[in-house]
């Protein structure tokens, strides 16, 4: 009969986790959750056998891509129509309040 291996992911594991990840869990969920884990950490042992070498790196899973107008000229406003309702100004310069000391 084949042994089952031993378990990476163990309850206190779980619980330490939790307490920084600012969680509560009870007891029965410990077990659980370690469970869950413990097959992720086996799913990703089985990625890693995976043959990548002629798989190009992508940033998603679709060919997405972005779709752009084209650019078009238009009139703009000048700096006087711009400045025009400004509550403060400064030649051609908007005047706001300091921020930074």
């Known amino acids: 009969m084949l042994e089952k291996p ?3 992911i163990t ?3 779980v619980k330490h986790l939790a ?3 600012r969680i509560e869990l009870g007891g029965g969920q410990l077990a659980v959750l370690a469970g869950q884990l413990e ?4 799913f990703i042992d089985k990625l ?3 043959d990548i070498s002629n798989v190009k790196p992508t940033s998603h899973i679709l060919p ?3 779709v752009l107008r084209q650019d078009s000229l238009k ?3 000048n700096s006087q129509d711009a400045l025009s309702g400004a509550p403060r100004k400064e030649g051609s310069f ?3 309040p300091r921020i930074i000391e």
């Open 6 to 8: 031993k378990s990476i």
């Open 94 to 96: 908007f005047v706001v």
């Open 48 to 50: 890693k056998e995976v």
């Open 11 to 13: 309850e206190d594991n």
């Open 64 to 66: 997405l891509q972005n």
């Open 19 to 21: 307490h920084l990840a």
């Open 75 to 77: 009139n703009s406003l």
């Open 39 to 42: 097959e992720i950490l086996g």
